[in-house]
């Protein structure tokens, strides 16, 4: 049997077309979209689905304020469709080539 985890530990996340960041404290909001973002582009998806939650919009506003200045998002918009609480996030595909 193991003993907790180091809490100084990065964990790793396996990176699909979306996340739900409602494990995640709201201080570390804005490092894991833009960790997310980043891994996403990378693996080559230029839409992915970030859920929030519907609540009364903190998280929804720390969402978007990293992805307005994230450098490979190019759009973002509210996912209506999904009923869950999340935004869309357009990307451009990193040039990896420079």
Same mark, same amino acid.
């Given at each position: ?6 809490? @100084?530990?990065?964990?790793? %996340? ?10 995640? /404290? +709201? ?13 996403a582009a990378e693996a080559g998806f230029r839409e992915v689905?970030?859920?929030? @939650?519907?609540?009364?919009? %903190?998280?929804?506003g720390l969402v978007q304020q990293a992805l307005?200045? /994230? +450098? ?27």
């Amino acid at each position: 049997m193991t003993g907790p985890a180091d809490p @100084g530990e990065t964990h790793r %996340v396996p990176i699909e077309d979306s996340i739900d960041l409602h494990a995640f /404290h +709201p201080r570390d909001i804005r490092s894991v979209v833009e960790e997310y973002v980043r891994a996403a582009a990378e693996a080559g998806f230029r839409e992915v689905r970030l859920i929030h @939650g519907r609540g009364i919009g %903190v998280q929804r506003g720390l969402v978007q304020q990293a992805l307005e200045r /994230h +450098p490979y998002v190019v759009a973002f918009r509210d996912d209506t469709a999904a009923h869950l609480g999340a935004t869309i996030a357009v990307i451009a595909i990193p040039d990896t080539n420079s």
